[in-house]
């Protein structure tokens, strides 16, 4: 039985990710009834590439939707492939623009869920933290999002993000009081209330860049390469026109752009997501079980299940299995074990042979106390930084006591402090004098020499 595992569902899709739409459209229409089934896991440490979606068959595993439909023909011999007998031009469409969708799509779903401080807080990280256990919402989320910013930077729209903004301008100099002051109303000031107004024109030039050249490969055909064959560019688009068009978010430029100028595109989306996903997807369809809920409830549940999507219940491993998904995010986020982690499972699901199994076993214990020690110092960090735990104390202390005890004496308090300065100078003096003989071997005498001055009268 195979199992693909996604992120969990949200807007009413089975994901909120495009690939693992576009992975779940796949299998519904490839693999036959009954010969796989649906989980949201939301947990990438899983794949290979440490991505979801993820397949497994048996002891196996597959990350990235082009790995699993590559795997999905070898597996089947050839037998669970959409674009099998595709003409030459056909195929060469498909996989040309199956790299279009992907490199010009994915920025656009980042600035909208991700991106966007006002999409991220109000929408995409309550959905996370509605599928994800205690305290993956606290490290998971903000990862995700730091990679959407890092593959949108080449687009010079952080503005979006405004929670980064530190562009504040210095107050100007003014003679009139600041609660007095009326501001003036500008175009600027005014697109600069919503970042999303002032980026809205090169917002609506990026996704019709990417919307266009799909609407005309589609001209008046029923998919995108041909006119009944259903391949992997379909379920492609489909997953990321869907994740454009359907959310209901707070800034909604790119559902706006995608109606307005491209209503063909829309009514293919809504169609064909209801053929291929089913009606409206919620947390509890796809995780089947809910604490409180009675034997018949688990059933009915389950048969829902066994309705328009093959959704199993996940297994999070309970506190442990979270544990150690929390601690090997903390370890992947740390540049040099991070990245030998990624090595690590790219060569156990390569194939391994039995030395190479107690190596990588080794290296994971190694790793996981790695991760253990480095979660207890970020935590340790915290604490002292928000000032829950300090360092050296009480010497501060006792200095801020005495000084705080001499300025409580007003006048007396000052003179007293002037007199412990100059006997501080004495013993300073005093100590130079002394290395002074020590080193010449002669005294150092100190004179004070009184000069007089002769004053004269002017003369008239």
């Known amino acids: 039985m195979l199992e693909l595992h996604v992120w969990g569902p949200a807007f009413g899709l089975p994901s ?12 519904q229409q490839a693999v036959p009834r009954g010969k796989w089934q649906l989980i949201a896991s939301c947990n990438p440490a899983l794949s290979p590439t440490n991505e979801l979606p993820a397949l497994r068959n048996g002891d196996i595993w597959i990350g990235g ?20 007998g595709l003409p030459e031009q056909e195929g ?3 996989i040309a623009f199956s790299s279009f969708v992907e490199s010009h799509g994915q920025p656009l779903i980042d600035l909208s869920l991700y991106v966007s401080s006002q999409n991220y807080t109000t929408s995409t990280q309550p959905l996370y933290s509605a599928l994800l256990p205690f305290p993956l919402p606290y490290l998971t989320p903000p990862s995700i999002r730091a990679t959407a910013k890092l593959r949108t930077a080449h687009l010079g ?10 562009s504040t301008p210095p107050p100007s100099q ?13 175009v600027s000031s005014l697109l600069a209330a919503s970042p999303e107004a002032s980026a809205q024109i090169r917002l609506d030039a990026l996704a019709t860049a990417f919307l266009e050249p799909l609407e005309k490969l589609r001209a008046k055909k029923q998919l995108f390469v041909s006119e009944s064959q259903f391949t992997s560019l379909d379920c492609l688009v489909l997953g990321y026109l869907s994740l454009m068009l359907v959310p209901d978010l707070p800034q909604p430029w790119l559902a706006q752009c995608l109606k307005k100028k491209f209503p063909s595109l829309c009514t293919w989306t809504e169609e064909l997501r209801k053929n291929v996903f089913g009606p409206e997807v919620t947390v509890h369809d796809a995780f089947l079980t809910k604490l409180g809920d009675s034997e018949l409830d688990l059933r009915l549940k389950r048969l829902r299940g066994r309705g328009h999507l093959p959704w199993k219940a996940p297994d999070n491993g309970g506190a442990v299995g979270i544990g150690s998904v929390f601690l090997s995010g903390v370890a992947d ?5 991070g990245q030998l982690r990624r090595n690590t499972r790219m060569r156990q699901h390569g194939g391994l042979t039995t030395e190479d199994g107690v ?3 080794s290296f994971q214990y190694l790793t996981l106390i790695a991760g253990l020690v480095a979660g207890l110092g970020a935590v340790a960090g915290y604490m002292f930084h928000q000032g829950l735990i300090s360092f050296g104390e009480g010497e501060e202390t006792k200095e801020k006591e005495m000084g705080g005890g001499l300025g409580a004496l007003g006048e007396a308090g000052a003179a007293l402090g002037f007199y412990a300065s100059q006997m501080d100078e004495q013993v300073r003096r005093q100590r130079v004098m002394e ?5 010449h071997g002669a005294p150092v005498a100190e004179v004070d020499v009184d000069v007089e001055v002769e004053r004269k009268p002017l003369r008239g």
């Open 16 to 27: 909120l990710d495009a690939h693992c739409l576009a992975a779940i459209a796949y299998l």
């Open 65 to 84: 939707f082009r790995n699993i439909f590559h795997y999905l023909a070898q597996c089947s011999a050839g037998e669970w492939v959409l674009d099998a």
């Open 92 to 94: 060469a469409d498909c």
């Open 157 to 166: 729209l952080s503005s979006l993000d405004i929670d980064s903004d530190d």
């Open 174 to 186: 003014s003679i009139i009081p600041e609660s007095l002051r009326r501001p003036r109303n500008t």
């Open 333 to 337: 986020g740390i540049p040099v074990i």
């Open 359 to 361: 190596e990588s076993s």
């Open 435 to 439: 290395e002074m003989n020590e080193t």
